[in-house]
């Protein structure tokens, strides 16, 4: 077997060490990517990105390009560090799993594991990282930061939790919303069993507020394919409600009714620009992993706060400089000719935008 046999919820469960648990998650993780589509898709993110249609060609480094002859623009600290927040479910309905005397995952489990996960990978790339539980109001929270230490104080924080209490989703994301002060990622771990119309009203009102929102709809790998049989007795777990009946009278109905659920969060979410990933506890954590990659590396760039002139100054000496170490002239009229022969799109994308003077 492979590493990347601890992508596995039933391999995972066996490690009784949470900071283990995320490290293997993690190493799994990473040895997937180089055998996979997204070999490439790097985790490691240097001080410099190539170049991209809408970039400000005043940031192009023009002593990696002498080098490279290859366009890369300088990153800032903005742009490099991004602020991230775990925000757990820790409700009763967390803590269901089908077959209690099994070594299966809880929802509750399979979150703790991917969120334990997410905070080592964030970490790693020094991206500050915050937790946030709750149940029918947020319980605990620790702010945002990057230092290693950080990491071993939200493990921590995760190990003594455990599913209890009733839920009220809306009002612990409205609640959260109130207190982040700047635009930050916000990553929610929830089954959603609650009022959708609520719950929706307040991840509308995180994006409202600039937030990136990414919802991790976690159910049990039963409540999913529903593979009861017989006369059953369905208890609702934070409430203690009953119901009876035969599985396979209403089994079609059920599986229907969670299709138009899911579907509704998912057309909803796409709407208002928030990632919706699905997940059960029998799924791979690679799935959550990569959504978190792909939306950090979508984050908007931001320009150098900058006068506009000083950047247009800037970025014709830096061009005469460089012309002039080719014997190419060093005026602003040689400058553009230049640039016209090569037709390079960095370079000609910036005369459309801008007279240079």
Known sequence: ??????LK??????IKRLDLRAQFIIKGFMHGLHSSPLHGFSVEFSEHRKYVPGDAPADIDWLVYAKTDKYYVRKYEAETNLTGYLVVDSSRSMGYKYRQDRQEMTKFDYAVSLVAALAYLMVQQQDPVGLITFDKKIKASLTPKSKRSQLGNILSLLAKLSPMGKTDISA????????LRHASLVMVFSDLLGEPDEILRALHCLRHAGHDVILFHILDEVEVRFPFA???E????????RVQGNAEAFRKDYLEELRQFRERFRHE??????????LDTAMQFDKALIEYLQRRKKRPMPLPKRD??????AFIKALI???????RGNDEAALIEYLRERGDKAFIEYLQRRSIR
Do not use: W
């Not at 919820?9 to 066996?14: A, G, L, R, S």
């Not at 369905?234 to 409600?241: A, F, Q």
């Open 1 to 6: 077997m492979t590493v990347e046999r601890y």
């Open 230 to 232: 017989g006369n059953v």
């Open 308 to 313: 506009e002139r000083e950047v247009d100054n």
């Open 321 to 327: 400089e460089y012309l002039r170490g080719r014997k």
């Open 172 to 179: 612990s994301l409205h609640q959260l919303a109130a207190m």
């Open 269 to 278: 979410c796409a709407m208002a620009r928030i990632d919706y990933v699905p």
């Open 9 to 14: 919820p039933e391999v995972i469960q066996t």
């Open 234 to 241: 369905l208890i609702e777990p934070e409430t203690g409600d």
